[in-house]
T-cell receptor, first 116, second 115 residues
């Protein structure tokens, strides 16, 4: 079946612009995660959605970052007034169930964001 | 602070050798353990999961878990140049209200298999 789908695959924008990144999880997966990965670095957790529950936003680095998940499926990560330090690969993952279950996460191909 | 620790490497092994990748975790209540492979410029790919003490084999890969020592490892037999990648260890924390989805990733070990 289809995996996690992310768009766009690459995004180049000017400093100060807003960007929206989209994630379409695996069908039937209730948990959705956003991570950021800078070049040569590990995964940085950003936000976690579980079904219709309030998301865990503890990893968002500033109030310029926000995310929503409509209808328990597709998610959009929005970065306002982008800065050069926002340049990274933004990865989305989904799992059948989150929160303490034994379900692994499955990753999309990521969006490579470059801020000029 | 719940942590998952891995040596960053790089770990260099000759082709055909056994590569041994190690991971320690801080929460004794952790129940599920995963290994992901990440090729340069690509996203992480799940390659192994293990839930019980002991060994679990899948082809050339063997995952080993020792909950008493809070240690999980991945062995790659007959290493090939195509195994060159960064290997991420991930550990599920006990239920704590759903923070981060309870899956914590290590920073990864970079493996280089030399022909």
């Amino acid at each position: 079946g289809a995996g996690v789908s992310q768009s766009p695959s690459n995004k180049v924008t000017e400093k100060g612009k807003d960007v929206e990144l989209r994630c379409d999880p695996i069908s039937g997966h209730t948990a959705l995660y956003w991570y950021r990965q800078s070049l040569g670095q590990g995964l940085e957790f950003l936000i976690y959605f579980q079904g219709n529950s309030a998301p865990d936003k503890s990893g968002l680095p500033s109030d310029r970052f926000s995310a929503e998940r409509t209808g328990g499926s597709v998610s959009t990560l929005t970065i306002q007034r982008t800065q050069q330090e926002d340049s990274a690969v933004y990865l989305c993952a989904s799992s059948l169930v989150g929160g303490g279950s034994n379900q692994p996460q499955h990753f999309g191909d990521g969006t490579r964001l470059s801020i000029l | 602070q719940k942590e998952v620790e891995q040596n960053s490497g790089p770990l260099s092994v000759p082709e055909g050798a056994i590569a041994s990748l190690n991971c320690t975790y801080s929460d004794r209540g952790s129940q599920s353990f995963f290994w992901y492979r990440q090729y340069s410029g690509k996203s992480p790919e799940l390659i192994m999961s293990i839930y019980s003490n002991g060994d679990k084999e899948d082809g050339r890969f063997t995952a080993q878990l020792n909950k008493a020592s809070q240690y999980v490892s991945l062995l790659i037999r007959d290493s090939q140049p195509s195994d060159s990648a960064t290997y991420l260890c991930a550990v599920t924390l006990p239920w704590n209200g759903g923070s981060q989805g309870n899956l914590i990733f290590g920073k990864g070990t970079k493996l280089s298999v030399k022909p």
